[in-house]
């Protein structure tokens, strides 16, 4: 039996999950002298590099990136295998730890609203849901201080997803499966990815409005900003429309891949349910970070980040990432057969999202690297310059492998 991976952590939260190696800041200056980028005319080096992920063992690629004055929107290979349908960059798919970013962003409209507040204890709400709810804060769920054990590292809980994805699971079923673990450290003593701490979010939004949480997320984000592409599914395992189907990569030569597109959505419910396109994230991002979705105040809340690596910093369901080309603002997504990045920059003029659906294995280094190429050109691309060149990303000494490695660890 193929071993289960570990999902919606931080890139996708395996050792082998989301390669990213951006070049780091502290990459020397002769590495950061980056060139012009391509005119949308000239984009064949991103095409490229999706081509070659395919090559490469991935059944599909996309990628969209915003420079703020032009847009790319490229795709390669298979939305399905078989029968064999094209991927294009429309394409709908399982977003993962995205959907964090769409439900911290209704938890802080609730805060202006005077509904709820970050320093509100999980005790408040949900009395004797978890072990010391009473000095675990609203604020430590959303941005990983909260100690809070992560259910998708349980052992029968990853068995279980391999064997029965689409078999649905209460939140509070979840919550019981982190439980049976210690926490990982006292509340507010340390930073550890905890998609419990999410599902315990929207179990408080739900208990603070009487609303389903999806409900909540449709009126206030997806029905407001036209994100005609965007659910949030509650029961269906199974993605409507246009969609790319996510795949398990074969272990064994000559072996068929694995469709792993049908998961029941309560297996994930706020820590990463949501369905959505290229196009809406970039809207959803682009909203947000221009203030339309939150007031002055409560976005600098959201963005107020917990350092966590001198070029990595958390914050409410939000992260910044320095490169060579610039800071980064946004999440990536891990979930059964699918990886996605969504980045942006500060003022959400600029984006890149990049999609994989398929599931690599591990010791398929050809794939990762090509992988880490895509994503350090699209963000590159996305400031209007192209990466350094690898022999300088090599003199660095520091990827982001590395650092992924450490802090999952």
């Given at each position: 039996?193929?071993?289960?991976?570990?999902?919606?952590?931080?890139?996708?939260?395996?050792r082998?999950?989301?390669?990213?190696?951006?070049?780091?800041?502290m990459a020397?200056?002769?590495?950061?002298?980056?060139?012009?980028?391509?005119?949308?005319?000239?984009n064949?080096?991103?095409?490229?590099?999706?081509?070659?992920?395919?090559?490469?063992?991935?059944?599909?690629?996309?990628?969209?990136?915003?420079?703020?004055?032009?847009?790319?929107?490229?795709?390669?290979?298979?939305?399905?295998?078989?029968?064999?349908?094209?991927?294009?960059?429309?394409?709908?798919?399982?977003?993962?730890?995205?959907?964090?970013?769409?439900?911290?962003?209704?938890?802080?409209q609730?805060?202006?609203?005077?509904?709820?507040?970050?320093?509100?204890t999980?005790?408040?709400?949900l009395?004797?849901?978890?072990?010391?709810?009473?000095?675990?804060?609203l604020?430590?769920?959303?941005?990983?201080?909260?100690?809070?054990?992560d259910?998708?590292?349980?052992?029968?809980?990853?068995?279980?997803?391999?064997?029965?994805p689409?078999?649905?699971a209460?939140p509070?079923?979840?919550i019981?499966?982190?439980r049976?673990?210690?926490?990982?450290?006292?509340?507010?003593?340390?930073?550890?990815?905890?998609?419990?701490?999410?599902?315990?979010?929207?179990?408080?939004l739900?208990?603070?409005?009487?609303?389903p949480?999806?409900?909540l997320?449709?009126?206030?984000?997806?029905?407001?900003?036209?994100?005609?592409?965007?659910?949030?599914?509650t029961?269906?395992p199974?993605?409507s429309?246009?969609?790319?189907?996510?795949?398990?990569?074969?272990t064994?030569?000559?072996?068929?891949?694995?469709?792993?597109?049908?998961?029941?959505?309560?297996?994930a419910?706020?820590?990463?349910?949501i369905?959505?396109?290229?196009?809406?994230?970039r809207?959803?991002?682009?909203?947000?970070?221009?203030?339309?979705?939150?007031?002055?105040?409560?976005?600098?809340?959201?963005?107020?980040?917990?350092?966590?690596?001198?070029?990595?910093?958390?914050?409410?369901g939000?992260?910044?990432?320095?490169?060579?080309?610039?800071?980064?603002?946004?999440?990536?997504?891990?979930?059964?057969?699918?990886?996605?990045?969504?980045f942006?920059?500060?003022?959400?003029r600029?984006?890149?999202?990049?999609?994989?659906?398929?599931?690599?294995?591990?010791d398929?280094?050809?794939?990762?690297?090509?992988?880490?190429?895509?994503l350090?050109?699209?963000?590159?691309q996305?400031?209007?310059l192209?990466?350094?060149s690898?022999?300088?990303a090599?003199?660095?000494?520091?990827t982001?492998?590395?650092r992924i490695?450490?802090?999952?660890?």
């Open positions: 039996m193929t071993k289960a991976p570990r999902f919606w952590t931080l890139f996708a939260a395996v082998a999950a989301l390669v990213f190696s951006l070049v780091l800041v020397p200056a002769a590495a950061l002298a980056a060139a012009p980028a391509p005119t949308p005319a000239g064949s080096a991103l095409q490229g590099l999706l081509d070659e992920l395919v090559a490469n063992g991935a059944s599909g690629a996309l990628a969209r990136v915003d420079d703020g004055h032009h847009t790319w929107r490229l795709a390669s290979g298979s939305a399905r295998l078989q029968p064999r349908q094209p991927l294009t960059p429309a394409a709908r798919y399982r977003v993962g730890s995205v959907t964090k970013t769409f439900v911290s962003t209704v938890t802080l609730l805060v202006g609203e005077g509904r709820l507040r970050l320093d509100d999980v005790e408040r709400w009395p004797g849901l978890v072990p010391h709810g009473e000095a675990i804060t604020r430590m769920l959303l941005n990983h201080t909260s100690g809070l054990f259910y998708t590292e349980d052992p029968a809980f990853i068995e279980r997803l391999t064997n029965d689409t078999n649905p209460s509070r079923q979840l019981a499966i982190a049976m673990h210690p926490p990982t450290f006292p509340p507010g003593e340390g930073w550890s990815y905890s998609n419990t701490g999410y599902v315990v979010v929207g179990l408080i739900e208990a603070a409005t009487h609303q949480v999806e409900r997320v449709r009126q206030r984000i997806i029905g407001p900003l036209g994100l005609t592409g965007t659910t949030f599914p029961r269906s199974f993605i429309g246009y969609h790319a189907h996510g795949y398990r990569q074969p064994a030569p000559g072996a068929p891949y694995l469709d792993v597109t049908p998961f029941s959505p309560t297996l419910w706020t820590a990463g349910a369905i959505s396109t290229a196009d809406d994230l809207r959803f991002y682009g909203a947000l970070l221009r203030g339309r979705l939150l007031r002055p105040a409560l976005l600098e809340q959201m963005l107020t980040t917990v350092p966590v690596l001198p070029e990595f910093g958390y914050g409410l939000i992260y910044a990432q320095q490169t060579a080309c610039g800071t980064v603002w946004g999440h990536d997504g891990g979930i059964p057969g699918y990886l996605n990045v969504a942006n920059d500060r003022s959400g600029r984006s890149a999202e990049v999609m994989l659906p398929t599931e690599p294995t591990d398929n280094e050809a794939l990762w690297s090509s992988l880490q190429l895509t350090d050109a699209a963000v590159c996305m400031f209007g192209v990466p350094p690898e022999a300088s090599a003199r660095s000494g520091s982001l492998l590395d490695v450490t802090r999952q660890e």
